[in-house]
């Protein structure tokens, strides 16, 4: 059996749609929305299965990970965040590269000798990467206006993967995947698929109009902490309006805390675009925190721990 693992956010999406251009298999699908990582612990995998990982830390899949690679079960690792040490494993097969500048669908596409890059593109939007998103769009001969949609396809995908649940999102992840693939360019599927598009760009800027009516709660010159309501638009929108905020602001890092159902915070952290480190340390000082160099958050951050998250953040980007 095969199993495809990704993170359900543009990244991961992204990813999996040039691989299974290139090597079509039929597998089964486990994902979930952008916060849920521990995807690993959900596959039922034995001995000569092959199971494919992108864009999920692999710190934080490691115990399963092992016990796969233990079972006899063939893992292909694609990656960009925290992963501490990678098991030495005839099993495993691990591209992972912690450069901030880097995603998933870049190093895939990479990995493919560039052969659905428009793809990579697109994911490198919804991850924030402008420059490199530019720079792997340079030998597709696009016209600014394509390359807009790329740009625009991408955030809307990665704005659909944040929820606390596949609930409040327009399409759970795997659905998206499903809609999306099949298609060798991003821009085949915005032709074909108007509705889906105009769906996702009108979900996305009514909840980003939400949004920016939000004053910060804490700022300075180096850094703004903003809190938005336990609402479904709120949790949807945290990641990609953090994005937004660093790129209106990039020599400050901002945190954007969403209430929670459990009774504390949801946190997006991003550091400034001028200096994309520290982001995964400071989530990592917290439970359930962790990320990447850039772009980085916390599952739930207790209401009391706010003045020590506000505190560390500050002093980390002072």
Same mark, same amino acid.
């Given at each position: /059996?095969?199993?495809? $693992? ?39 995998? +034995? ?20 016990? /796969? ?48 890059? @428009?793809?990579? $593109?697109?994911? @490198? ?15 597709? +001969?696009?016209?600014? @206006? ?9 955030? *809307? ?39 889906? *598009? ?16 939000? !004053? ?5 010159? !180096? ?22 905020? @660093? ?28 200096? !994309? ?31 020590? /998250? ?9």
């Amino acid at each position: /059996m095969n199993f495809d $693992v990704f993170n359900g956010d543009a990244d991961g999406i992204c990813a999996l749609i040039q691989l299974r251009l290139a090597e079509p298999v039929d597998a089964t699908l486990i994902t979930g929305v952008k916060r849920d990582i521990s995807l690993l612990k959900r596959v039922d995998a +034995n001995a000569g299965d092959i199971v494919t990982v992108l864009d999920i830390s692999l710190d934080k899949n490691r115990q399963p990970l092992v016990e /796969m690679l233990d079972n006899q079960v063939e893992v292909f690792y694609v990656d960009h965040h925290q992963a501490g040490e990678i098991p030495e494993h005839p099993g495993l097969t691990a591209l992972i590269n912690t450069d901030a500048n880097v995603c998933t669908s870049l190093l895939v596409d990479r990995y493919l000798d560039h052969r659905f890059t @428009a793809w990579a $593109v697109t994911a @490198a939007f919804g991850d924030n990467l402008e420059d490199s998103a530019v720079l792997a769009a340079q030998g597709l +001969n696009l016209t600014s @206006a394509q390359l807009d949609s790329l740009r625009q396809l991408g955030i *809307y995908i990665n704005y659909n993967g944040y929820g606390s649940s596949v609930e409040d999102l327009y399409f759970a992840p795997d659905q998206l995947y499903r809609l999306l693939s099949g298609y060798e360019s991003p821009l085949d599927f915005i032709a074909s698929r108007a509705d889906i *598009y105009r769906q996702l760009r009108e979900g996305y800027d009514g909840d980003m109009a939400l949004a920016e009516h939000t !004053k910060a709660e804490f700022k300075t010159d !180096k850094v703004a902490v903003f809190i938005l309501p336990d609402a479904k638009w709120a949790r949807r929108v945290s990641g990609v309006w953090s994005n937004d905020l @660093a790129n209106q602001y990039p020599e400050r890092a901002h945190a954007v805390l969403t209430h929670n159902q459990q009774g504390g915070y949801l946190v997006s952290v991003r550091a400034p675009l001028n200096n !994309k480190t520290g982001a995964d340390e400071l989530c990592k000082q917290f439970p359930g925190g962790g990320g990447r160099k850039a772009a980085a958050g916390i599952n739930h951050l207790p209401l009391e721990f706010l003045p020590t /998250m506000i505190q560390a953040f500050e002093q980390r980007y002072a």
